[in-house]
């Protein structure tokens, strides 16, 4: 038993360690494409991400309005798009005023990247279809009203905009959300 948490333990402070490495980015890492677009505040916001997924965690982006949380996001979905075999899409979850904002980001700045907005009355065929995007987007309302139709899948990455939406655990956006993560 003591050799058990020794190793536990041995491997918490290998993670605390990482964790708290000053966070640079490494320029070789961004889409080329991104280089002269992405600010050095948002490449390291990149690099943070990158190393929390590297270390098992999720993360968040909190800070004012305007200083480019869509382009990181875009950023790291692109890179790991570039990098993993995964076929598996990434959804993105928004108000449904930032859902069409998100699409024309998305071509602007990583247009390597397929993506769809999954709304309208043909709904259950696009998401019959996912397998075939790199990255969907959706509303809070209707992910709520689709939650079944998503129950199956496994996304490589889900982005919450605006997820002041989740933070009452107790309302069906923060019960459907995390029903899918």
């Given at each position: 038993v003591t050799l058990f948490q020794n190793?536990?333990?041995a491997r918490w402070q290998e993670l605390c360690q990482r964790l708290q490495m000053p966070v640079n980015h490494d320029t070789d890492t961004i889409p080329e494409n991104l280089q002269d677009v992405l600010r050095d505040y948002q490449k390291d916001g990149v690099?943070?991400?990158?190393?929390?997924?590297d270390c098992g965690f999720h993360g968040i982006l909190a800070d004012e309005m305007g200083l480019g949380k869509t382009l990181q996001a875009l950023t790291l979905l692109q890179l790991q798009h570039c990098v993993s075999q995964s076929t598996k899409p990434s959804l993105v979850v928004c108000p449904t005023s930032l859902v069409e904002n998100w699409l024309c980001e998305v071509h602007r700045f990583t247009p390597s990247l397929k993506a769809a907005i999954i709304?309208?009355?043909d709904r259950d065929q696009q998401i019959s279809q996912l397998h075939t995007y790199d990255l969907?987007?959706?509303s809070y309302a209707l992910l709520r009203r689709d939650i079944k139709k998503y129950s199956n899948?496994?996304?490589h990455h889900l982005i919450l905009d605006e997820a002041q939406h989740i933070k009452n655990p107790d309302t069906a956006?923060?019960?459907?959300?995390?029903a899918i993560a």
């Open positions: 190793n536990t333990n690099a943070w991400m990158l190393r929390l997924q709304s309208g009355a969907l987007i959706t899948i496994t996304f956006n923060a019960k459907t959300c995390k």
